[in-house]
């Protein structure tokens, strides 16, 4: 969401700070909006659909998935969303792309529960061919982003023998943030499953098709301003990150044609969005075009970031504490949120005076 033009209080005090005004009469106005991402760790409804391997989460499955830990999780995961952006005072996302879903249906009964109805969120979801019925999707309050575009595209990857492997495709949006155009690509890469060397190339090449869809936009508009955000199921030092989507850290050394990487500092630093035996990674990140750069422009630009592990997230007790409150270990429900923290990044741009 937005500060209105007269409530500017919290991200105006941040703005002197960082921009070098000198006397608080002196500041221009700011508008902001916050862009989310979230996995929101398997969010299957309760009815077994044949076509998908969704047979562990239904009533009758070994986790034994009902109504009440599902309507449990639904209000669980609107709460999160609804507190994004509460330390910029900015009460809910423009935007907020979303991973690890089974349908439209269930993104249907999230943005209708009570915590987060009156945000009025509209969906973008398009069906995809992975075997699990996860998916990508894109939410968003069109008081502030108006769609003029959006398809699924698929990544197709072929194994050795030939056949190929069906994972999720990758959601483009494009449309106009606040009067502005803007592009936002939606992933979930392939997971590390039999080990992290073994799966790279899957990553390598859903990374590569990330680069050919802002490459794409780009060729059309050397200024667009494109986001590309998701679980990439790898650190921002890797790979596919650092290589093929050709994404680093450091504003000052970007050449041309790389993205920017805000997350990066926050993993040299050993800030994480997932544990896994002891260890952090940071595999939600949102990447953006340099364009988001330029503190001269009366458009958007790129102000902070933000991983959001509130203590309310992350386990309070045992040997996992601080790990993320998840709903299931194994096979034991838990009655958490996710297994990942939620990320986001604040866009800014001066008012009129």
Known sequence: MFLPKNRCFSVVAILILLFGATHFGQAQQTRAGVIAFYNLENLYDTINDPNIRDDDFTPEGVKRWNSAKYWEKIDRLAEVISKLGSHENIPGPAIIGLCELENREVLVDLVQNERIRHLNYQIVHHYGPDRRGMDVALLYQPRYFRVTNSRSVPLEYYRE??????????????????????????????????????SRPLRVAAAQLSRALVDEIKDEDADAKVIVMGDFNDDPINESIKVH?????????????????????????????????????????????????????????YHS???????????????????????????????GYSDHFPVYIVLVRTLSQ
Do not use: C
Not at 170 to 190: C, K, R, T
Not at 311 to 334: H, I, K, T
């Open 161 to 198: 023998d030939g056949s190929r492997l069906y994972t999720r495709d990758q959601l483009l949006v494009s449309g106009v943030f606040d009067g502005e155009p803007m592009h936002f690509i939606v992933n979930h890469y392939p997971s590390r499953w039999g080990g992290e060397e073994r």
């Open 305 to 335: 970031v933000r991983v959001f592990n509130e203590s309310f997230l992350a386990r309070d007790e045992g040997r996992f504490r601080g790990y993320p409150f998840r709903s299931y270990v194994g096979n034991q429900y838990m009655g």
């Open 245 to 301: 989507l050709n994404a680093h850290g450091n504003q000052r050394r970007l050449e041309e044609g790389q993205l920017y990487n805000p997350f990066e500092p926050l993993h040299r630093r050993g800030i994480g969005t997932l544990a896994y035996r002891g260890e952090w990674n940071l595999f939600d990140q949102i990447l953006l075009t340099q364009s988001f750069l330029n503190k001269d422009q009366e458009g958007y630009r």
